[in-house]
T-cell receptor
Framework: DAKTTQPTSMDCAEGRAANLPCNHSTISGNEYVYWYRQIHSQGPQYIIHGLKNNETNEMASLIITEDRKSSTLILPHATLRDTAVYYCIVRFHTGGFKTIFGAGTRLFVKA | GAVVSQHPSWVICKSGTSVKIECRSLDFQATTMFWYRQFPKQSLMLMATSNEGSKATYEQGVEKDKFLINHASLTLSTLTVTSAHPEDSSFYIC????????????????FGPGTRLTVT
């Protein structure tokens, strides 16, 4: 699975959009970009995933650059409950089911 | 969404004893379950991958004789920490893959809430 690079931490004001970047310059053509988050002392929670098109669901939007070497997770209206560690993961969807977590980005949403 | 449970949610045991942690998929069948370990302020580290009915595959550096994994059914996997020591104290998290998700890019892993093990 390709390696990802994320900022260590970010702050965001409550009600504003939180934009979390992720670099995955070694991504291969068949690898998907997945985002999970982990709130303190809980198991990780799936947020969104995509291949090359931008994706949106009830939780967030995922913007993937045309060359697929980076992506941005957008939480449109961050709330205090969105404070968590956000993990960007790149992996194949077939065969290897391992999901290797990097350090992630610690997002602090402030009132 | 799919639900994965773990039991117990926390456990305290004495050094030298064994502890069993259960991971259950409540509303789906999981052919594959994963066990992770997370130390304070660190990321999750994959320990092993278990497929129903076969032996688990352990990551490099994880002692298979110490961390016994059994995946006897499509809804249950267990992790037994044998002869636990204080350095085994950690947050153990399991995840499971849903057989129903067969569309490309949808091989989701659903995570359990974790089990906090403290060895005294």
């Amino acid at each position: 699975d390709a390696k990802t690079t994320q900022p260590t931490s970010m702050d965001c004001a409550e009600g504003r959009a939180a934009n979390l970047p992720c670099n995955h310059s070694t991504i291969s053509g068949n690898e998907y970009v997945y985002w999970y988050r982990q709130i303190h002392s809980q198991g990780p929670q799936y947020i969104i995933h995509g291949l090359k098109n931008n994706e949106t669901n009830e939780m967030a939007s995922l913007i993937i650059t045309e060359d697929r070497k980076s992506s941005t997770l957008i939480l449109p209206h961050a709330t205090l409950r969105d404070t968590a560690v956000y993990y960007c993961i790149v992996r194949f969807h077939t065969g290897g089911f391992k999901t290797i977590f990097g350090a992630g980005t610690r997002l602090f949403v402030k009132a | 969404g799919a639900v994965v449970s773990q039991h117990p949610s926390w456990v305290i045991c004495k050094s030298g004893t064994s502890v069993k942690i259960e991971c259950r998929s409540l509303d789906f069948q999981a052919t594959t379950m994963f066990w992770y370990r997370q130390f304070p302020k660190q990321s999750l580290m994959l320990m092993a991958t278990s497929n129903e009915g076969s032996k688990a595959t352990y990551e490099q550096g994880v002692e298979k004789d110490k961390f016994l994994i059994n995946h006897a059914s499509l809804t249950l996997s267990t992790l037994t920490v044998t002869s636990a020591h204080p350095e085994d104290s950690s947050f153990y998290i399991c995840s499971a893959r849903d057989l129903r998700t067969v569309t490309p890019g949808s091989y989701e892993q659903y995570f359990g809430p974790g089990t906090r093990l403290t060895v005294t």
